[in-house]
């Protein structure tokens, strides 16, 4: 039976080995926080940590995974949400329909946990997450908010 | 201020988060079900428990652009409570019908869910008032001239007694709803009109937020599905056999006669066994449709004889043909998708007797009524359940093809929830795209380089044609005029020229139309807002100073274009290599105007820096909401402008994914500063209009950088080298 490590917790379930993380995530294990937006890793609505760094999961298949390996989603960057970027988030209401701030905020973790003090070049590249609502501005002002709280 | 509330807010919704919320996952249609006569409903607006909760219904939909937070602002405003108490519920379709249509009209397009409802909302507030403060005033026994209210606590002034809305809630619910009501001045409000933060976030940053796309009910099955690439072909044939065994796999169901469903146990499963069904297209008579050759049928439109006349004064042709400079450019404007970041999904569950519905909707009674049809059941029999919208931008509003796909699988499968979420590719190749247009535009200018005479020849799709052709009445959209009509409160032109002539000829192409946010109001800024700055530099005038010579008669358009050009600092040196583009226009009851200044490197690569927008919708009922709505309605616009095109080829789109229909990101987007600018005295919408200034404002000021006159969208198949 696949085996993966999950939000802190290994977790077993049934699934194809071609079957990609995102849908392990959505399908097995009920974590819908994580989004399906164009499935060939475009998008970034599916962003989740492996081992810290920010993967498109609708593109990785769990073959490609083990068990050793530790997956955060949305549901496990933080117990209450409280992670620094979740608040910077609701201080200055970063989400408009939300859809793909799962991935953003996912990907802004990861960012700021590589860089404290990103530059706005560093944000440039490490957020492509695609938001359709407009919400790029105030992502950029969540980060930045998010590192000054943190340092 | 701001920071107090949400705290309590916080401490709020922590205690009993479940109450408030309209919509419970766990018990489908349960908590929806509340939202019906429930005691202690004060109205239909209102409902005050004994806490002191106050629980406001809305039935516009809430797809990120706030407007659930404001119509509750409205409401809370007139009903003096205590925002940080307020929750709100969303009534069903289905309890609307029972209930005569109490709560108004669904439609969440064409932004309209404030400027629309705001009155009888507004009204919803004020009535509830009145009862809770009877019914104090009934228990102490008091007039109720002597009664204030004030954050959901009744005094009695000479007294000083007190009582809370939820203690006196019970017997106000049992008073007549009185008909007069005063409504406050905007002047006076406190909680309306504040930058108050959203009523929905919190779920959105934790992943608990419930989309369409995240509903899982007991028993429930999943579905793919493809319909036929060709618009207009259908499906010949399908080898279900050749998929039966692979895993998950439940049932293979044609949906109408264009299209195919893999229903399984997961999603993933019947996707992957949907892409390896063996399926026979019949491509029907649109096979060999191809963008090319529609643009040849444009063009020769925008010289067809016969057109419908949108706005006329004056006599534009033969002003034209006397006048001693003519200047005259054609423009186009490609089909785009809406391109939701949640695709389109439904999940349906019918039985003989019954059908009911868990979507994503813009329109929750417009989805009951595809429900019913495609259940053939009555409305009575159904009900639709609206859930969080990942995204709508008009693509969830007014046809629900989506919707009548999942009950037409669920009747394949009676009792069992079958939920049906359409592939990113199915999303990009089976849209209701933005229309496709072409203008031509003729100016006519007297010696001294005053406009006399101009012609907008407008010629191809019609919206109403595709999607309400019963509103189309001899060959006439109106709606395709919008921001070009003579006057009116909706979408008037915002110049006067002695001679005018704006017509249509309606070409509609085999490709599905749809309302796109912001709709015709889009292309129809591009064509006359450059084609104005055309005039402007042909003429050596500055092109703010072009404009203004001919808006004496519009003092509301003028007014919202200097707003922007003072905020830009329009006539000031832009900083170096920066150039600058204006726009303006007014739609959906609002005046937009808005500053590009952008760069072009010498090897034409197009930086924009900075967007300032002006906007007067006439009241705003959060500025920071306003300001949100704006900043989005440049990503919007702009990834239009850089990208947005779908063109077909043999009959069908050749864009499938975000890989070949790119948008913008966060990279490329300006800075954008929002100058709200009310002047009160209407009511305007806020989601859309300033997207249409995004691109002409734009490619005004790629102009001015580089000579270069962009008159064919998107700019990624333009050069943009120095002329």
Redesign the interface.
């Given at each position: 039976m696949p085996t993966l490590h999950v939000n802190g917790k290994t977790v077993f379930f049934e699934a194809e080995p071609d079957t990609p993380l995102l849908w392990v995530l959505r399908e097995q294990l009920g974590l819908t926080g994580t989004k399906y937006g164009c499935g060939i890793a475009q998008c970034g609505s599916c962003t989740v940590h492996v081992d810290g760094a920010p993967v498109r999961s609708c593109a990785l298949p769990l073959a490609a995974l083990n068990a050793n390996q530790k997956i955060v989603t949305i549901e496990g960057l933080s117990p209450d949400g409280s992670h620094p970027v979740q608040k910077a988030w609701a201080a200055l209401d970063v989400p408009q329909c939300g859809f793909c701030q799962s991935g953003m905020i996912m990907a802004a973790a990861a960012l700021l946990a590589a860089k404290p003090q990103p530059t706005d070049a560093d944000i440039d590249a490490a957020m492509s997450n695609i938001c359709r609502c407009g919400t790029y501005n105030r992502v950029r002002a969540g980060i930045k908010q998010a590192a000054a709280a943190k340092s | 201020m701001l920071?107090e509330l949400?705290l309590s807010r916080r401490g709020f919704l922590g205690a009993g988060a479940g109450l408030v919320v309209g919509f419970h996952v766990a018990a489908p249609g349960e908590a929806q079900a509340q939202a019906a006569a429930q005691p202690p409903e004060i109205n239909a607006w209102v409902r005050v428990l004994p806490d002191d909760r106050v629980l406001i219904r809305i039935v516009r939909s809430e797809?990120?652009?706030?407007t659930l937070t404001g119509l509750a602002q409205l409401v809370a405003e007139e009903l003096d409570c205590d925002w940080s108490k307020v929750g709100t519920e969303q009534p069903t379709p289905g309890q609307s019908l029972a209930r005569n249509r109490v709560w108004g009209n669904f439609s969440t397009g064409g932004s309209r869910g404030i400027r629309e409802s705001q009155d009888y909302v507004r009204k919803g507030g004020a009535t509830a008032r009145l009862m809770l403060v009877q019914a104090a005033a009934n228990e102490w026994k008091v007039p109720v001239a002597e009664c204030r209210t004030a954050r959901g606590v009744i005094t009695h002034q000479p007294t000083g007694r007190r009582i809370s809305y939820g203690q006196v809630a019970d017997a106000a619910g049992k008073l007549p709803v009185p008909t007069e009501v005063a409504l406050k001045d905007p002047k006076d409000w406190t909680i309306a009109g504040q930058p108050l933060?959203?009523l929905?976030?919190?779920?959105?940053?934790?992943?608990?937020?419930?989309?369409g796309?995240?509903l899982?009910l007991p028993g429930m099955l999943?579905a793919a599905i493809k319909d036929c690439p060709v618009f207009g072909g259908k499906v010949r044939s399908f080898d279900a056999a050749a998929i039966a065994r692979r895993?998950g796999v439940k049932k293979v169901v044609p949906v109408g006669d264009s299209a195919v469903a893999v229903v399984a146990d997961?999603?993933?499963h019947a996707k992957t066994a949907l892409d390896a069904l063996p399926i026979v297209w019949d491509e029907g008579p649109h096979a060999n449709a191809s963008s090319a050759a529609f643009a040849a049928v444009l063009k020769a439109a925008l010289d067809a004889p016969e057109a419908v006349v949108g706005t006329s004064n004056g006599d534009a042709r033969a002003a034209l043909a006397a006048a001693p400079r003519k200047l005259e450019a054609v423009y186009a404007y490609p089909h785009q998708n809406h391109?939701?970041?949640?695709?389109m999904n439904a999940t349906a569950r019918w039985t003989p007797q019954r059908c009911e519905v868990w979507t994503p909707t813009q329109n929750g009674e417009a989805a009951l009524a595809a429900t019913a049809e495609a259940a053939g059941l009555p409305a009575a029999q159904c009900e639709v359940y609206k859930i969080?919208?990942?995204?709508?931008?008009g693509r969830r509003g007014a046809v629900h093809d989506w919707v009548r796909q999942a009950v037409a699988i669920a009747r394949e499968l009676p009792g069992t929830p079958v939920k049906l979420?359409w592939?990113?590719e199915e999303d990009m190749l089976h849209g209701r795209y933005h229309p496709v247009t072409m203008c031509k535009l003729q100016a006519g200018l007297d010696a001294q380089g005053n406009l006399q005479a101009l012609h907008m020849r407008i010629a191809g799709q019609s919206i109403l044609a595709g999607v309400f052709p019963q509103n189309v009445r001899d060959g006439r959209d109106p709606v395709v005029f919008q921001g070009l009509n003579a006057s009116g409160p909706e979408a008037s032109i915002g110049y006067s020229v002695p001679h005018l002539l704006i017509d249509h000829a309606m070409r509609n192409p085999s490709v599905p139309p749809g309302f796109w946010r912001g709709v015709n109001l889009n292309q129809n800024a591009v064509y006359l807002e450059c084609f104005l700055d055309e005039l402007a530099h042909a003429t050596k005038q500055d092109p703010l100073a072009f404009r203004l010579k001919l808006m004496g008669s519009h003092p509301k358009h003028r007014a919202v274009l200097e707003a922007a050009a003072k905020g830009a600092g329009w006539g000031t040196p832009a900083p170096a290599g920066v150039f600058r583009g204006i726009a303006q226009t007014m739609g959906f009851g609002s005046y937009v105007a808005a500053v590009a200044e952008v760069s072009v490197s010498s090897a034409g690569e197009l930086k924009i820096h900075r967007i300032v927008a002006a906007t007067d919708p006439g009241h705003v009922v959060n500025p920071?909401q306003v300001a949100?709505q704006v900043?989005?309605?440049?990503?919007?616009g702009l990834?239009a402008a850089l990208y947005g095109e779908c063109t077909l080829k043999n009959g069908r789109i050749e864009q499938s994914?975000?890989?070949s229909y790119p948008?913008?990101?966060?990279?490329q987007?300006p800075?954008?500063e929002t100058i709200a600018v009310p002047s009160g005295g209407f009511w305007g919408g806020v989601g859309e209009p300033t997207i249409a200034v995004a691109a002409p404002a734009v490619l005004n000021a790629i102009f001015a950088a580089t000579g270069v006159r962009i008159r064919e969208l998107p700019l990624k198949n333009q050069s943009l080298k120095k002329a």
């Open positions: - | 920071q949400e797809m990120g652009q706030g933060l959203r929905d976030t919190k779920d959105k940053l934790t992943g608990a937020q419930v989309y796309m995240d899982k999943n895993p997961t999603w993933w391109a939701t970041m949640e695709t969080n919208l990942g995204g709508g931008f979420i592939s990113r920071q949100m900043e989005g309605s440049f990503v919007y990834s994914n975000f890989d948008v913008m990101r966060l990279a987007m800075k954008v």
